[in-house]
């Protein structure tokens, strides 16, 4: 069930009116529960068992290191929730990579041994779901939030349905203590959820769903396009990527905002950075503080020699690549992106950075150069492999003239871009204007949109590209 | 003060109510008006069905158009059609073949319809095919694919709809046939994915339409080694035309109401109807007498009896469609069966 498919309207529509008429906290939380599951399993029955697995694994766990009286019994159990998370990410997502990649490597020093494969289905949403709980277990570890002791809101917290299969990765201590006041219908701000809700399909189906309808092509075959289509193919990836992922993280929040509680922001017009570490600030915001404050802090952070900070920098974008999927492209593009943030550091430290600083153009620059950097990498993202990334590299500057794909997607870019300026820059001034307007014309308005969001929608589904991560 | 909050409280749960009753109903009323806005844009530029109907959107190009099942995309070739009229019966009349495979029942309507509203003043006669049974049918493969979404349109949905609700089967069993036609026929309602269409048409007008005489879409698998083992199972062939002279024309009635509204909308245009029934070798539906519309005119080809030719083996690919040899000689028969009730008509 996506959120996008025509299913999940009249089963939100159904959870929202029993959500909101049911009496007692509680009974509304277990159903709101028994609703994630019933939308988690749509996908397939048999993934529910492993989401109530890992829920009831990590929920005892939580509890064991609260009540270990010793920093090497609480240690173990953090190791148990690690094991048991991390395994599971391994034998569904990894195993198959990591074994052929561990073929290949031998097969590289003459040695020759078969590798073993696992047929197995990847879970919608593991990647999200594994990272949560093992943000809450080592936030108990750290004592930096109490344990939880009611099952029924562990498993809410991590089976919540709008965050579930593509995040946004919520923290235990910004969402359980939402689940101990009950929330008021009347604190509902319906018309900005409503609109954030509008603008997320629009970005996902409207813009996302069609560039890919144009650049799908290039990607799969990039040798049979010139120069520009290559180009147009590599912007067009990054800002159908940038519309998927957040057009989905805005339906999540506006969902969740429609049932009374609230996630946090997970993109903040990202492409508007002026150097690679504001964007990783702005960027998937959920997973790239999960990875600051688990990963790079576990690791030393900022508090070691500069090079191991550097290290560290690498090694978690490294792992963030991995994240996303089992595959080469990923692994290399989290390590362009870590040592894109190691160098913006090193650079950073240097007096020639004050100096630059201090150039008029300097944003202008910054913001070009990170952009550029940023669509590169996601080319290389994009691609099924490393060979059709060069595939694709080796065709810059050859049959610029050649247009496979039609060339006024760059107008429809610019013009995207000059939306997001303006949404960015007036979001005061149109949030304002929501809550002014009377209702019948908002509700006019909101039908009209949707109508016309309809007419551009391409009847092709396509799922977002998070849930394959 | 709790008697206080409850009674804001109510007070503000009947606001609540009110806004999102009139929220709803402007909602819908926004998405309806520009709904039908964006339809008339569409409809401009790319009208439902425009690329099956767009090569007879060519002023002054055709007075017979042929439309039918696979059964007519494969069996009729206008070349045939043509020539026969013109060196037997002295007549030169430009013909177009509009089959599309399984197209039958609301869907042949939506087309039958769509052909009378084409400026096409040469049009005198529109033979159609209805060997087939004319139940609505939407296989799963099909879902959601752009031929089956066009066609429906409110009316075509209230015949599918009054179609299978009137079956002698479970509630279930109908809802759930009709579902994935409700789905389709939300999608063409609300213009999802029209825009993609509008911005083609858009692109293209100015452009002439392709001369084309018959539509590129449908797609038979004409293989020799197919037709050929067909031609040497000859006793299933033999035996099929014993059991379609002893039983012939039997087909269920119910949905053959509607071929006969066809011929009143195309009177009103001033264009001749002619019902073709195929020389298939299993039973047509189509009646011989369709209750209420007595004289419809019918060009049979489903009885071995009268036209033993057609059910040469050679002639026949498989069981519905027919060889090259078996088209021409359908078409040149055809084109003999139009001359005759054009003589008559000009007789009257």
């Known amino acids: ?469 | 003060v709790t008697g206080d909050l409850d009674r804001d409280s109510r007070a503000w749960l009947r606001r609540f109510w009110l806004e999102l009753l009139l929220g709803s109903l402007t909602f819908a009323l926004g998405l309806a008006v520009a709904a039908w806005g964006l339809r008339a844009l569409a409809e401009r530029y790319a009208p439902l069905g425009r690329d099956r109907l767009s090569p007879l959107m060519r002023p002054n190009d055709y007075e017979v158009v042929v439309i039918g099942s696979s059964m007519t995309g494969v069996g009729f070739r206008h070349e045939h059609f043509e020539a026969q009229l013109h060196d037997e019966h002295g007549r030169t009349l430009r013909s177009y073949g509009l089959g599309m495979g399984a197209l039958r029942g609301p869907e042949l309507d939506f087309y039958v319809r769509r052909v009378l509203e084409l400026p096409m003043p040469k049009l005198r006669w529109l033979l159609i095919d209805v060997t087939v049974d004319q139940d609505p049918e939407l296989e799963e493969k099909n879902w959601f694919a752009t031929r089956e979404i066009e066609w429906q349109t409110p009316r075509q949905f209230a015949l599918v709809a009054s179609h299978v609700m009137g079956e002698e089967k479970p509630l279930e069993k109908r809802l759930t046939t009709l579902w994935p036609f409700a789905r389709h026929f939300g999608i063409n309602a609300l213009n999802i994915g029209r825009g993609h269409a509008a911005l083609e048409g858009f692109d293209r007008m100015g452009e002439p339409e392709p001369e084309r005489r018959q539509p590129p879409d449908w797609r038979l698998d004409r293989k020799a080694s197919k037709a050929k083992k067909y031609r040497e199972n000859v006793k299933a062939h033999e035996s099929a035309v014993r059991r379609l002279i002893a039983s012939r024309r039997r087909g269920s009635t119910r949905s053959n109401a509607l071929p006969a509204t066809w011929r009143d909308a195309a009177a009103e245009r001033g264009v001749e109807v002619a019902y073709v029934v195929g020389p298939t070798t299993f039973n047509a539906a189509f009646p011989a007498e369709v209750p209420g519309k007595p004289d419809l005119r019918v060009f049979d080809f489903n009885d071995p009896r009268e036209v033993p030719h057609l059910y040469e083996i050679t002639y026949h690919y498989d069981t519905v469609h027919l060889t090259e040899p078996g088209a021409e000689s359908f078409s040149r028969d055809l084109a003999d069966a139009l001359d005759e009730a054009m003589n008559e008509l000009e007789r009257r």
């Open chain 1, 1 to 469: 069930m996506l959120f996008s498919e025509p299913i999940f309207f009249p089963f939100f529509l159904l959870c929202f009116a029993v959500r909101w008429s049911l009496r007692g906290f509680g009974t509304q939380k277990t159903f709101l529960w028994a609703a994630s599951y019933v939308f988690y399993g749509a996908w397939d029955v048999r993934f529910l068992a492993l989401l109530a697995g890992s829920t009831v694994v990590d929920f005892i766990v939580g509890k064991n290191i609260e009540a270990a009286t010793t920093v090497a019994r609480r240690r173990a159990w953090l190791v148990v929730c690690l094991c048991s998370n991390l395994g599971l990410l391994t034998a569904f997502k990894y195993f198959n990579f990591f074994t052929s990649s561990t073929v290949a490597l031998l097969g590289a020093f003459g040695l020759s041994v078969p590798a073993p494969t696992l047929e197995v289905v990847l879970p919608v949403g593991l990647s999200f779901f594994t990272f949560q709980s093992i943000s809450y277990v080592i936030d108990v570890y750290r004592k930096n939030i109490a344990v939880v002791r009611n099952f029924r809101d562990y498993a809410l917290f991590v089976a919540f349905f709008p965050q579930l299969v593509a995040g946004p990765i919520m923290r235990a201590v910004d969402f359980i203590p939402q689940l101990a006041v009950p929330p008021r219908l009347r604190d509902v701000d319906f018309r900005r959820h409503l609109a954030v809700f509008c603008l997320g399909y629009f970005k996902k189906v409207c813009i996302a769903d069609n560039i890919a309808l144009a650049i799908d092509p290039v990607f799969a075959a990039p040798l049979k396009y010139g120069s520009t289509d290559v180009l147009l193919a590599a912007t067009g990836y990054s800002v159908q990527i940038y519309c998927d992922f957040s057009g989905y993280s805005d339906m999540a929040i506006a969902t969740a905002g429609l049932l009374g509680f609230r996630l946090s922001k997970n993109f903040d017009a990202p492409y508007f950075s002026v150097n690679i570490q504001e964007f990783w600030r702005r960027w998937h915001i959920s997973l790239s503080t999960w990875l600051r404050d688990y990963l790079y802090i576990s690791m030393g952070g900022g508090r070691v020699s500069e090079p191991k900070v550097y290290r560290n920098l690498i090694v978690t974008m490294l792992l963030g690549g991995l994240w996303h999927g089992a595959n080469m492209t990923f692994v290399i593009w989290g390590l362009l992106h870590g040592v894109a943030l190691a160098a913006t550091r090193a650079f950073g430290k240097t007096r020639a950075a004050a100096a630059w600083a201090r150039v008029p153009a300097s944003r202008f620059i910054g913001w070009v150069l990170t952009f550029a950097w940023v669509v590169f990498c996601f080319a290389l993202f994009r691609c099924e492999s490393i060979q059709i990334f060069f595939d694709m590299l080796g065709r810059i500057g050859e049959d610029a003239r050649r247009t496979g794909v039609d060339p006024r997607w760059w107008l429809v870019i610019v013009a995207l871009g000059l939306a997001q300026f303006a949404f960015h820059r007036y979001r005061e001034v149109l949030r304002g204007l929501t809550q002014r307007a009377p209702v019948p014309l908002y509700g006019l308005a909101l039908g009209a949109a949707a109508a016309l969001a309809l007419f551009i929608t391409p009847l092709a589904k396509r799922p977002f590209i998070y849930f394959q991560f």
